[in-house]
């Protein structure tokens, strides 16, 4: 479970519950001890926790005790999901979002009574998610109970809470009815679009179900003046326009053009990571002044690249800055990351993320920089880059000179075309071939072997890695350095 579900759970075993659960489908092998440090609570308390997950989820999971510690498996992954939503079913906070999303709002004495609580222990109960709400510029307010802040980062709280988090009982769904609206009356239209988006599906609909249905309930958008400006001229905003009828026939609203613009712009800030073309022109539709290449340059310069990556690079990096500055201008909390990505961030690529934060920080006059999402545009910036970075590194040839057991040569072949065959030229050099010359061939970057001898009988001038006869895990991940420094682990 996210955090931002977290935050809003009541009851404090269910919450302990759901964090433990959480570890064990990230790390499946665990000690109590671990656990215990990692909720900060103590070992009894945990070995109780894992008896009750036992017990509730039953066949539908395996927890086995070992010498290394307990291993999780999911089992029944459909059953697994059903039982966590039925551990939220009593879970008020989430209902009352729910009712707070569409306008249905009570004094917080009524809902108090309607929930069993005191009063006093009700607000206490909201009090435990002042924190999460205040990191999107929203707070609770009473009589009638409320979620109080501009609708631009109401909207990106909900659309955090129900299309980011774990479904439950109380997870709004954008209806089928617009789905097949937008298939079906831009048909052969879809794909053809001008910028473009990296968006995916569920998450475009949740912006679009959003809009209408606030916009429904008397809460519109407001979009400064001169992006609305800018998203009317945009080809792509047509298409998406053209949708205007449609929706005023499902769900008898008129939704205005202004609200068009936040879900066109809201939308095409989830930018791509492998169309040149529509990066430029979103570049070159939203960019004012050269504050935006200025800074892409200035980063850049941190990095030894090719004339030729640097060029695409740049041109992605400039895309994504833009992105942010756009994201802040509609709403600075667009610009937010979720806490749980920024932490397994951290844990997988530390340095980068650090050294993208002094960048950042060392600019932090620039006004979209500004506090408090400094932190998550470095989130962003950090998995993107590191993206990029990887995927327009230049192409190797990599000569493969392999000895030992057959069985294992062939391992080894299989694996490092299944690793590194689709992006760079893998040759596994016959014995024909195998001369001084050629292994000291101009057009070769990286000679791979397992054979410590080729070092002696040969002197090689060319860049070469040696591995074990039967190389190990340790192997695989030098090559892997080797090959795609810039590279990093998945989070």
Not at 17 to 42: C, H, N, P
Not at 230 to 258: C, M, P, Q, T, W
Not at 351 to 376: I, M
Not at 444 to 457: A, Q
């Amino acid at each position: 479970m996210r955090d931002l579900q977290l935050a809003f759970i009541s009851n404090r075993t269910t919450k302990r519950l759901f964090r433990v659960l959480s570890v064990m489908e990230r790390d499946r092998l665990f000690t109590i001890g671990e656990m215990a440090e990692k909720m900060q609570v103590t070992q009894r308390t945990i070995a109780n926790d894992l008896k009750y997950v036992k017990d509730y989820f039953g066949d539908c999971i395996t927890l086995v005790s070992g010498n290394s510690g307990f291993l999780f498996e999911e089992k029944k992954p459909s059953v697994y999901q059903e039982k966590k939503q039925e551990l939220l079913k009593n879970e008020c906070l989430f209902e009352i979002i729910g009712h707070i999303f569409q306008g249905k709002l009570m004094d917080i004495d009524e809902l108090a009574h309607h929930y069993h609580f005191s009063e006093s222990t009700f607000r206490r109960l909201l009090g435990q998610s002042n924190e999460i709400l205040s990191s999107y510029r929203l707070k609770w307010v009473s009589n009638p109970l409320t979620i109080e802040g501009s609708e631009a980062d109401l909207r990106k709280f909900f659309k955090d809470f129900y299309y980011e988090g774990i479904d439950t009982a109380y997870t709004l769904v954008p209806d089928l009815a617009l789905h097949e609206l937008v298939l079906t009356q831009l048909n052969n239209k879809l794909g053809q679009y001008d910028i473009g988006s990296g968006t995916t599906p569920a998450a475009f609909y949740y912006t679009f179900f959003i809009a209408i249905k606030r916009a429904s309930l008397g809460f519109p958008i407001t979009v400064p003046k001169y992006l609305i400006e800018l998203a009317y001229n945009g080809k792509s905003f047509s298409l998406l326009y053209s949708l205007k009828d449609g929706i005023s026939k499902l769900y008898g609203v008129e939704l205005a053009k202004e609200e068009f613009a936040w879900i066109y712009l809201v939308t095409i800030c989830k930018r791509t990571l492998d169309r040149e073309a529509s990066e430029e022109k979103f570049y070159q539709q939203f960019h004012q002044g050269s504050e935006i290449t200025k800074l892409t340059e200035v980063y850049l310069q941190e990095f030894e690249l090719t004339n030729e990556s640097y060029a695409k690079i740049k041109i992605f990096l400039q895309s994504f800055f833009l992105s942010r500055k756009v994201n802040y201008a509609l709403a600075p909390a667009l610009n937010k990351e979720a806490q749980d990505i920024k932490e397994s961030l951290m844990r997988s690529d530390n340095e980068n993320y650090q050294r993208n934060l002094r960048f950042l920080k060392k600019h932090q006059r620039k006004d979209f920089l500004a506090a408090p999402y400094l932190e998550d545009i470095c989130v962003s910036l950090t998995i993107y880059s590191d993206l990029i970075f990887d995927f327009y590194s230049p192409t190797k040839r990599i000569y493969f000179l392999l000895e030992g057991d057959h069985f294992i040569c062939q391992q080894i072949r299989t694996r490092a075309m299944q690793q590194f065959g689709t992006k760079h030229t893998l040759t596994f050099l016959p014995l024909q071939h195998l001369t001084q010359e050629m292994l000291n061939a101009d057009h070769i970057d990286l000679i791979v072997t397992n054979y410590n001898r080729y070092l002696l009988d040969y002197i090689i001038e060319t860049d070469y890695l040696l591995l074990k006869a039967v190389p190990d895990e340790h192997d695989w991940r030098n090559l892997e350095r080797k090959i795609d420094p810039y590279r990093k682990p998945f989070i």
